[in-house]
């Protein structure tokens, strides 16, 4: 069975400094996709970057970056210069099994980051 | 050009009535997706559409809930004999197609409150 794990349910971070939020994934897959999504309290599901799992290089997206450890089945999401709008809800999530063909999205608990300003 | 719309974004219902919840997936997009995310169960899948059909209804709760789709376009979740637990938010999902990359754009979902 395939399972997102995010073992931190709440984090601060200072306003311009950068942040990591920590996920790792379970899957006997081996093609799969990682993704990560931002859900502020509008409530809206915004996507934010992906890392398929035979990139070579870890995926970049302006401020995003997912730092991929593949052999460690991590896919940590680092954004750099916080801002105050980033406060929200940040769900990692994994595309499902490559066997049953629906690509349904599997995701962890997420965590609520805050940004102090 | 426009995303996901859903509607209502807001229901609030008795336990016991049915409900129907939409969604107008992004204009082409031939995957369709439902899921609910509750305070205790987080985000989970539902049911997926590739154009019309079904494949995959596999995170359905219970024979009470069924969806379907019609004209590759619009669908509709349809929640009969509502439960309080039920109460969720309900998110609709579209994306292009089933490639190897596949980003699924959300739409904002529908807050059902069943009393």
């Known amino acids: 069975a395939q399972k997102i794990t995010q073992t931190q349910p709440g984090m601060f971070v200072q306003e311009k400094e950068a942040v990591t939020l920590d996920c790792t994934y379970d899957?006997?897959?081996?093609?799969?996709?990682l993704f990560w999504y931002k859900q502020p309290s509008s409530g809206e599901m915004i996507f934010l970057i992906y890392?398929?799992?035979?990139?070579?290089q870890n995926a970049t997206e302006g401020r995003y970056s997912l730092n991929f450890q593949k052999a460690r089945k991590s896919a940590n999401l680092v954004i750099s210069a916080s801002q105050l709008g980033d406060s929200a809800m940040y769900f990692c999530?994994?595309?499902?099994?490559?066997?049953?063909?629906?690509?349904?999205?599997?995701f962890g608990s997420g965590t609520r980051l805050l940004v102090r300003p | 050009g426009a995303g996901v719309s859903q509607s209502p974004s807001n229901k609030v219902t008795e336990k016991g009535k049915d409900v129907e919840l939409r969604c107008d997936p992004i204009?082409?997009?031939?995957?369709l997706y439902w899921y609910r995310q509750s305070l205790g169960q987080g985000l989970e899948f539902l049911i997926y559409?590739?154009?019309?059909?079904?494949?995959?209804k596999s995170g359905l709760p219970s024979d009470r809930f069924s969806a379907e789709r019609t004209g590759g376009s619009v669908s509709t979740l349809t929640i009969q004999r509502t439960q309080q637990e039920d109460s969720a938010v309900y998110l609709c999902?579209?994306?292009?197609?089933?490639?190897?990359?596949?980003?699924?754009?959300f739409g904002p979902g529908t807050r059902l409150t069943v009393l």
């Open positions: 999902a579209s994306s292009l197609g089933l490639g190897s990359y596949n980003e699924q754009f």
């Open positions: 899957t006997s897959d081996q093609s799969y996709g």
């Open positions: 890392q398929g799992s035979y990139d070579e």
């Open positions: 999530a994994m595309r499902g099994s490559f066997w049953d063909s629906s690509y349904k999205l599997i």
């Open positions: 204009s082409g997009h031939t995957a």
């Open positions: 559409f590739q154009g019309n059909s079904a494949p995959d």
